[in-house]
């Protein structure tokens, strides 16, 4: 029986329904599958009210198998014919396995709906181009603009070396980020935390600076019930190895990955003993002021593989990142009390309003978590 033609001008509701389904399938696989996309793959069998979904799949764990592959084995025969829906340009060249591209032609699908091209120059645009060879039908930009937000990790990757950098701050009603000597203090609440701990499942790896490790002693982990597999690498920026073997991120390294990054002149002894403790420890060159060259940082972690990056780190980590322009996202969380001008500044150096009221940066999201403010701002 001949397979049933798809309608290929389908109309903007339907393609942005199944879209959706698509994108929501990609955030699944959200600080899994680094150092490839996560992307979301439905396969919509023609019908009435929009047709049927016979297939459905999302990057696996490190990256394989990808979405469309698992979509097509799912769907098997009742590809044909259908209509693919998928957040990222199907691959069209070989690596660990074939392109998806050509297994999409093979199955016989008629139609691949986009929501965005890949820009990583192995394919950019290659994979649109060879299914339309091959008769495909390609619409390309529906849901282009959360596509574009799951894959920003990925983008900045493949066109820039470095991973999408996310600050997470947590003030007070004032705009502090701690009591004064460093004394830590919570500032937000139950439900603010539970959200961070999303935040850091959806997320390739946490970075604090070593002063955070000293004054806090953070385990960095995701403990949310069911998601404690989800916790991603954490990242010390440590000049001179100053990291407490004895402390918590070392004495679970070997559980939980954890990276330091010193300066090449640090010492060889301390890193000698974390590393016998179960931590990496990677070096670059000093800045200009004696620190760790942040480019330089960046461009080793997106060689490790980190293409969604978590910064944890206190007010200097902060400052620095968002005076070298390395800031990609801000999620600011605000709490209901005020801790008084004695407290530590957000961002050393710098009032809270260098960042929030910065031109390269717009507010994309306000809302209340609990009783704290989260706002949200977003590269421009």
């Known amino acids: 029986m ?24 990609a955030r699944r696989g959200l600080g899994t599958t680094a150092p490839n996309p996560s992307v979301g793959a439905v396969l919509v069998a023609p019908g009435p009210d929009g047709g049927r979904m016979v297939g459905r799949g999302w990057t696996g764990v490190g990256g394989r198998p990808h979405g469309e592959t698992v979509a097509l084995a799912q769907a098997g025969d009742a590809a044909r014919g259908a209509t693919l829906y998928v957040t990222l340009e199907p691959c069209s060249h070989f690596g660990r396995t074939p392109p998806c591209v050509e297994a999409v032609v093979a199955a016989g699908v008629a139609r691949v709906v986009l929501a965005m091209t890949d820009p990583d120059p192995r394919v950019d645009g290659r994979g649109v181009a060879r ?26 990757r493949v ?31 139950e439900a603010s935390r539970a959200r961070v701990h999303l935040m850091r ?41 100053r990291t407490p073997p004895s402390s918590r991120l070392v004495a679970t390294a070997r559980d939980v990955p954890v990276w330091i990054v010193a300066a090449t002149d640090a010492s060889e002894e301390a890193e000698r003993v974390l590393r016998a403790a179960g931590a990496e420890v990677m070096r670059v060159d000093r800045d200009e002021q004696g620190g760790l060259s942040l480019r330089p940082v960046l461009k080793l972690l997106a060689l490790g ?16 990142l968002f005076r070298d322009d390395l800031v990609d996202e801000a999620t600011i969380l605000t709490g209901p009390a005020t801790l008084g001008p004695d407290a530590i500044d957000a961002l050393a150096g710098l009032p809270l309003t260098a960042l929030t009221a910065d031109t ?11 009783d704290d403010r989260w706002a949200t701002y977003e590269r421009r």
Do not use: F, Y
């Open 159 to 189: 066109t820039q070396g470095r991973p999408h950098v996310t600050l997470k701050l947590a003030v007070s009603a004032d705009g502090k980020a701690g009591l004064a000597g460093r004394r830590p203090v919570a500032i937000t609440g």
């Open 131 to 156: 299914l339309q060879a091959a008769g495909v039908a390609v619409t390309v930009g529906v849901g282009a603009r959360e596509a574009a937000r799951i894959n920003a990790g990925h983008v900045l």
């Open 2 to 25: 001949a397979a049933l033609t798809p309608d290929v001008h389908a109309s903007a509701s339907e393609d942005a329904r199944w879209m959706a389904v698509a994108l929501a399938l």
């Open 360 to 370: 390269r940066l717009k507010l994309t999201s306000d809302t209340r978590v609990g």
């Open 305 to 320: 593989g980190v293409t969604r990056l978590m910064v944890e780190g206190g007010p200097t980590v902060a400052a620095a």
């Open 201 to 241: 499942a959806e997320a390739d790896a946490i970075l604090v600076g070593v002063g955070t490790v000293l004054a806090d002693d953070p385990e960095l982990t995701c403990r949310l019930p069911g998601m404690e597999g989800r916790s991603p690498v954490r990242i010390v920026l440590d000049t001179t190895l």
